[in-house]
Nanobody, 126 residues
Framework: QVQLVESGGGEVQAGGSLRLSCVAS????????MGWFRQAPGQGREFVAA????????FYGDSVKGRCTIAGDNTKTTTYLQISSLTPEDTAHYYC???????????????????WGQGTQVTVSS
């Protein structure tokens, strides 16, 4: 099993930026990538970004493309998500997720991920 713990959430002013971290522990050698999703109240879960460990390829959701960066450390157990130019529409609960053994390009699909963290809340105030 892989356990995921997110951190870095909180309240941010519009126009600012945030940096979230996700640390994986447990059977991390089986993870092939890690992704971030977010869910605003009353809405479904939305893909934000993902990183594929085998080559470092990154994937981004349309709503954050161009102002978001996902990165991982050399141990492939920690990912960092940075989003700039925040607006109140970025307010959501942000979740980290781990994919096991998959190395394709569909990292934007929620059902690809088998392990999920509890999430961290980000609130953007205007």
């Amino acid at each position: 099993q892989v356990q995921l713990v997110e951190s870095g959430g909180g309240e941010v002013q519009a126009g600012g930026s945030l940096r979230l971290s996700c640390v994986a522990s447990g059977r991390t050698l089986s993870t092939s990538g890690m992704g971030w999703f977010r869910q605003a109240p009353g809405q479904g879960r939305e893909f934000v970004a993902a990183i594929r460990w085998i080559d470092g390829e990154t994937f981004y959701g349309d709503s954050v493309k161009g102002r978001c960066t996902i990165a991982g450390d050399n141990t492939k157990t920690t990912t960092y998500l940075q989003i700039s130019s925040l607006t109140p529409e970025d307010t959501a609960h942000y979740y980290c997720a781990a994919a096991l053994h998959y190395t394709g390009t569909y990292f934007h699909l929620e059902n690809l991920y088998t392990m999920w963290g509890q999430g961290t809340q980000v609130t953007v105030s205007s």
